[in-house]
């Protein structure tokens, strides 16, 4: 069976840093793009960050550009988000997601998601 499985999420104070890690089993990995989105209580997800299976290309939304980095392991099917300079804003479940496409920035196109992980800033 497809699964994504997130970790490296937890409670960390404004300015702090956190590596999150998706990995991926039961596809061809190489075939996919990767995507992390989030969710706050109350608010739809949002797309934060994918790397394209096309070129390896990378995307950022304009809130964590500068902040965060995606980055890819492919020999052990593991998709990383680096987080620095955390603010409470950023306050989510973080999941990540597989498309068949090389056009990760349509969220449209996501077949496979995890379960998430939690991501806390404080104040």
């Known amino acids: 069976e497809v699964q994504l499985v997130e970790s490296g999420g937890g409670l960390v104070q404004d300015g702090g840093s956190l590596r999150l890690s998706c990995v991926a089993s039961g596809f061809t990995f190489d075939d996919y793009s990767i995507g992390w989105f989030r969710q706050a209580p109350g608010k739809e997800r949002e797309g934060v960050s994918c790397i394209s299976k096309g070129d390896g290309s990378t995307y950022y939304s304009d809130s964590v550009k500068g902040r965060f980095t995606i980055s890819s392991d492919n020999a052990k099917n593991t998709v990383y988000l680096h987080m620095n300079s955390l603010k409470p804003e950023d306050t989510a479940i973080y999941y990540c997601?597989?498309?068949?496409?090389?056009?990760?920035?349509?969220?449209?196109?996501?077949?496979?998601w995890g379960q998430g992980t939690q991501v806390t800033v404080s104040s």
């Open positions: 997601a597989a498309s068949p496409t090389p056009l990760c920035y349509y969220p449209s196109y996501y077949d496979y």
